[in-house]
Structure formats: C-alpha cells, structure tokens
C-alpha cells in the first residue's frame, strides 16, 4: 500500500459527459501528479501540483483541468468525454518537487470507461 | 524532448531463468532513473531508482546500473520467480521529478 488514495476505482459514463476523480496523496506529500495510461499512448504526465500551485503541465487536453485543495486533496475533472479518453488514470505523490530526484508514489488508479 | 525505450515483450521466462530487460533514455540534462512495476490489477510500485552515474539500483533481487556513456539502465535478475510476472516500466525524471515512461515490458514467468 503506497498510502495514495484515488475514488472511484472505475467509472463508466457516456460520451459528452463530465466526471471528477479524487485522489488524496501520502500523508506528508506535497507534490500530487495525475498520469494517463492507455494501450495506444502508454503512460504520460498529465499535470503536476505543489501545495496548491499548477507547477508543470504534460499532454493534458484543453477539456481536462485540476485543483489541489487546501487539504492537498487533488481533482481531475474531465468533460465533454470522448470514447477515447477512456484510460487508467493515476495520481501520484511525493514530498517536494526537487527536479528530479523524488520518488514518487503511485495511488492504485481509476479506471474510466467512456461509452 | 526526454523519452525511454525499453524492449517490447512479452518476454517469457521458465522459473530459476536469468532476466534482462533493456533500457535506454534520451535526456537533455543529468536525469534520475526509476524502474517502476505493475501487477495485474493493480497501481505502479517504484522497485528500484539510480540518480547519478555508475549508481546501482537494486531491491527484491532486481538490479539495474545507472550507464551515463550508453545512456542505458537495463534490469536484470538473476533467477526470477513465478510471482515476478508483470509489466516493468523504465522510467526518466529530470525537471519537477515529472516521469516519462517507457511503453513497458510485460514479463511472463511460468513454473
């Protein structure tokens, strides 16, 4: 058990559709990142936060957006769904954001369906 | 841009057999190296990392070394188990600690 949490562990929606993941990272992190896994794109980073402030953007699409909070809980909202946005997508955590160097923790994934 | 190339699998092994799966990585700067994996059902557990040259990484029987002049960090095991079947992903951090991934190596061990 990495100590990252994620809601729901599947979500099966339709396409135009908006859903909200959840992920709240390892007590102490204060780095969350969400990460997109498909079978034709692989793994990618999506987006990085560090106590509350975006601080690095990967292949994130324009309908994609996400906050961390106060309580460093961290949301991936997804709208206007398309059949291929469904993926496993992971959040993960780490201390700091020290270029480089962190280990990062991996939370267990959503796995969104979009029919 | 930064990417990692790792073999593609599945690669299938006999209980006891020796493992090497190849990476290599194409980095701007002075990267962390990472190799990740996946069991069936379940999120990424990081197995092993090297963050400087000639640094070995190593846990659980698995072993990589951080090869700046090949820009290499190949795994390897010397007898691997049934219960070491899944999919291994090399992986680069350089700027924010973002990861690029490899596109992952399935491995398959049978009895």
């Known amino acids: 058990d990495s100590g990252v949490t994620q809601t729901p562990k599947h979500l099966i929606t339709a396409t135009g559709q908006r859903v909200t993941l959840r992920c709240s990272p390892r007590s102490g992190d204060l780095s969350v990142y969400w990460y997109q896994q498909s079978l034709d794109q692989g793994l990618q980073f999506l987006i990085q936060?560090?106590?509350?402030?975006?601080?690095a953007k990967g292949n994130i699409l324009e309908r994609f957006s996400a906050q961390q909070f106060p309580d460093l809980h961290s949301e991936l909202n997804l709208s206007s769904l398309e059949l291929g946005d469904s993926a496993l997508y992971f959040c993960a955590s780490s201390l700091r954001t020290s270029g480089g160097r962190e280990t990062q923790y991996f939370g267990p994934g959503t796995r969104l369906l979009v029919l | 841009g930064d990417s990692v190339t790792q073999m593609e699998g599945p690669v299938t092994l006999s209980e006891e057999a020796c493992l090497t799966i190849?990476?290599?990585?194409?980095?701007?700067?002075?990267?962390?190296l990472f190799w990740y994996v996946q069991y069936p059902g379940e999120g990424l557990q990081l197995l092993l990392k090297?963050?400087?040259?000639?640094d070995k990484g190593s846990n659980k029987g698995f072993e990589a070394t951080y090869r700046k002049e090949t820009t290499s960090f190949h795994l390897e095991k010397g007898s691997v188990q049934v219960s070491d079947s899944a999919v291994y992903f090399c992986?680069?951090?350089?700027?924010?600690?973002?990861?690029?991934f490899g596109k992952g190596t399935m491995l398959l061990v049978s009895p």
């Open positions: 190849n990476c290599t990585y194409t980095a701007t700067g002075y990267p962390s």
């Open positions: 992986a680069l951090s350089e700027e924010y600690s973002t990861l690029t």
């Open positions: 936060y560090y106590n509350g402030e975006e601080r």
């Open positions: 090297a963050t400087k040259a000639d």
